[in-house]
């Protein structure tokens, strides 16, 4: 596959985990402890509110352990996150996370979580691009 033709629903992480905006944050930092993995799209009534990341969660681990433990995700979480479709070029979205230093792009179909694409996810197509190998993997890399 030319890489002008390559679209993020090629390269993203499927069916990504996800976690309510009503949820505590030590859930949040369980399960992405368990999954391996740094960003977690939040949800409520099925939409896309925010994000909450490694990053957020290593913030809220600076207070009393009690106490971020026990906030709700809405309150950690980064709002309005940074969202594209399936079929939006790998160029363009890459382009677009470089230049507002995001860490990840949700990706939904409709307003219904798809894929999430993040850093990693485009390292493993630089890499894949650089060794001659039509595509990554993405099953086997974590969010």
């Known amino acids: 596959m030319s890489t002008s033709t390559l679209r993020i629903q090629d390269c993203m992480t499927r069916s990504p985990h996800s976690i309510g905006a009503d949820q505590k944050v030590g859930l949040a930092r369980t399960l992405m402890r368990g999954h391996r ?3 977690l799209p939040v949800l409520h009534g099925g939409q896309l509110v925010g994000m909450i990341s490694e990053r957020d969660i290593y913030w809220i681990e600076t207070l009393e352990e009690q106490a971020g433990d026990d906030l ?3 309150e950690a979480m980064s709002p309005c996150p940074y969202a594209v479709a399936p079929e939006a070029p790998l160029s ?4 677009e996370m470089a230049e507002r230093k995001y860490g990840s792009a949700v990706v939904l179909k409709g307003e219904q979580v798809v894929g999430v694409f993040t850093t990693i996810d485009a390292l493993a197509v630089l890499a894949a ?11 086997a890399r974590p969010i």
């Open 37 to 39: 993995i740094r960003h």
């Open 72 to 74: 709700l995700v809405s």
């Open 92 to 95: 363009e979205v890459v382009r």
């Open 129 to 139: 691009l650089l060794t001659g190998q039509e595509t990554a993997e993405p099953a």
